[in-house]
């Protein structure tokens, strides 16, 4: 798959011609971006599984977990920098106007994904970026150790003499059912899926509205139109459903390897 790869100048002179907290609202909503595109990109490989060794299987499922969770936190911080920084300040009433359609509706849109009671906030909130507490993970524990079709495998750490291949899987199964008890999904598969659900939306509309605000900065500092130039064709770009990320890995160059 060929890429074209544009280049948008973002000068110092630019960056000055701009009051502080635009310029630090413009910096910091890049920088959040990047981090959600970065971890999105990284859940997606994740989700791709590809071995059918049971071990293999489960190990890798529980590593997308943690990043699911790591997504969502980032997510989040994303939101609240939105919120506090352009939603909540005259700033972001004053750009609001210069907003293209697309990221209005993306801003919209992710309005009602971090609204009060929704997966993301209660995840967040409770298990992302957060340990749970003494009474959560007592529930958590107490709701896995009822699953019937539960097995041994799921009750057990997983050790090799490389340090990056430790799993306390079964630190991470209790959670899980945390988490799907505090979404209101019996089943933790059901859980997870709906989370990545609401996951997709809200990296692509978070990508849209970073982009609007790129687009209006530039509009009322430079001009009407996005100048870009064409520096890289990138021709081996590979389908990011063919990437699979494993859990095992040799590690030689390590002292506890």
């Known amino acids: 798959m060929t890429l074209d790869i544009l280049r948008l100048g973002v000068t110092k002179d630019l960056l000055r011609s701009m009051a502080k907290e635009e310029r630090a609202l413009f910096l910091a909503l890049g920088h959040a971006s990047n981090q959600v595109n970065a971890l999105w990109k990284l859940v997606i490989i994740l989700t791709n599984g590809g071995t059918d060794d049971p ?10 977990q943690v990043f699911v969770r790591l997504t969502i936190g980032a997510m989040w911080e994303a939101w609240r920098l939105v919120d506090d920084r352009f939603l909540k300040r005259p700033l972001g009433r004053e750009f609001l106007l210069l907003l293209d359609r697309p990221a209005a509706e993306a801003l919209d849109r992710l309005k009602k994904r971090f609204g009060k009671g929704s997966g993301l906030s209660t995840v967040r909130n409770n298990f992302a970026f957060h340990h749970p507490a003494i009474d ?3 529930a958590a524990f107490e709701k896995a150790a009822r699953e019937s079709d539960s097995e041994d495998a799921d009750w057990a750490a997983y050790f090799n003499k490389a340090l990056l291949n430790t799993f306390f899987f079964v630190s991470d199964y209790v959670l899980v059912h945390g988490m799907a008890e505090a979404l209101g999904e019996p089943d933790v598969n059901e859980a997870h899926h709906k989370l990545l659900g609401e996951m997709a939306p809200v990296a692509n509309d978070f990508s849209e ?47 506890n390897s």
Do not use: C, N
């Open 55 to 64: 071990i293999k299987q489960r190990l890798e499922g529980a590593q997308t």
């Open 136 to 138: 959560d993970i007592d």
């Open 209 to 255: 509205f970073a982009f609007g605000f790129t687009a209006a900065i530039f509009k009322r500092h430079v001009g009407p139109e996005l100048t870009m130039t064409r520096v890289a064709i990138v021709e081996d770009a590979p389908d990011i459903d063919d990437i699979s990320y494993p859990f095992f890995v040799e590690t030689p160059g390590l002292r």
